[in-house]
């Protein structure tokens, strides 16, 4: 027997109300439409309860198996989809967006509220604000996933394809600016040395490349510092930690822009564990002050040792 679908309460209520009406007024049951359009049934009660819109093609799909306008069926999904950015995203007492912005410390926050702008200026493509900015797509999409570009105008043109105020506008420039100083800001010095003195070599697993090199009487630094989590991941804050740095050689460094945060903190553990490995066994407290006590002379009594040189 089929289940019934739940009462519409996600946050895509309106738009499923709307796709259980057309539905009904088709006279179709769940099972009908799922058999007419090919769409999974989990796929139709989940549109149905409001927890998650269909995919574009499968919302195609039942809209033609509904007799539905494609058109019209198409804008009842962006509308949906713009109307649940717009809710996602803060608002400051005039409603003008900007307090939205003061709060953001990582990419994901930033991508919703990019996306709530581009939903509120109608969700134009990819190719058309890299028309507008005179940029690629794939440097749009970048963008709207929250990697800021690295350059004041390129952000600005896309801002302006975007049609935000010119509040707004300051808003997201703040950002980048932060961001830009949070790129260039350095480890503290207690960071630098508890990551150089846990480490030997190159961090990448099996590599022997030392952390520094000679030439002549001049020390060089032979690896480079590594984020383990980016910027898109994590906050300002957190960047420089001693937890989220490791070192690696050149060549090991233009590999890890392919591995996952997961690796690279197996790759930091590794260098870590190799460091421990290569150090001298620690002397207890107890041991060192036995160590470094004067060996007693046998026969002479406890002044004879005193005055012994």
């Keep these: 027997m089929p289940r019934l679908a739940r009462p519409a309460q996600g946050k895509y209520a309106d738009f499923a109300r ?3 009406a057309l539905r009904e007024a088709a006279g179709m049951s769940v099972q009908d439409l799922s058999d ?4 999974p049934l989990s796929s139709i009660y989940a549109a149905e309860s409001g927890t998650r819109l269909p995919s574009e093609e499968n919302f195609a799909a039942m809209a033609r198996a509904l007799g539905a306008d494609a058109e019209h069926a198409a804008e009842m999904r962006r509308s949906a989809q713009r109307k649940a950015l717009h809710d996602q995203l803060p608002h400051d007492d005039n409603d003008s967006g900007p307090g939205a912005f003061a709060h953001v ?3 994901p926050e930033l991508s919703t509220l990019l996306r709530s702008l581009h939903a509120r200026a109608g969700s134009p493509s990819l190719r058309t604000i890299a028309r507008a900015a005179h940029a690629s797509p794939a440097a749009v999409s970048r963008f709207l996933n929250g990697q800021l ?7 600005n043109a896309f801002l302006k394809a975007l049609d935000v105020t010119d509040e707004e506008r300051e808003a997201v420039s703040t950002l980048w600016r932060k961001r830009q100083s949070g790129r260039i800001s350095r480890p503290n010095q207690q960071a630098l ?9 190159c961090a990448y697993p099996g590599c022997t490349v030392p952390l520094i090199t000679w030439d002549g009487d001049q020390p060089r630094t032979a690896v480079e510092i590594v984020h383990i989590e980016s910027y898109s991941s994590t906050s300002y804050a957190d960047l420089d930690r001693y937890d989220n740095l490791l070192l690696l050689c050149p060549e090991h ?7 996952s945060p997961a690796e690279l903190k197996a790759w930091k553990a590794d260098q870590t564990a190799r460091s421990r490995a290569a150090a001298p066994p620690q002397q207890s407290p107890d041991n060192a002050k036995q160590a470094n006590a004067r060996p007693r002379t046998p ?3 406890r002044r004879e040792q005193e005055v012994l040189p």
Excluded: E, I, W
């Design 18 to 20: 709307s796709v259980r």
């Design 36 to 39: 007419a359009s090919r769409v």
């Design 105 to 107: 410390t990582s990419a």
């Design 149 to 155: 570009p690295a350059d004041l105008n390129l952000l």
């Design 193 to 201: 040395a508890l990551l150089y003195g846990s480490a030997t070599s």
């Design 253 to 259: 460094h233009r590999r890890s822009k392919s591995a």
């Design 299 to 301: 026969g002479l009594h």
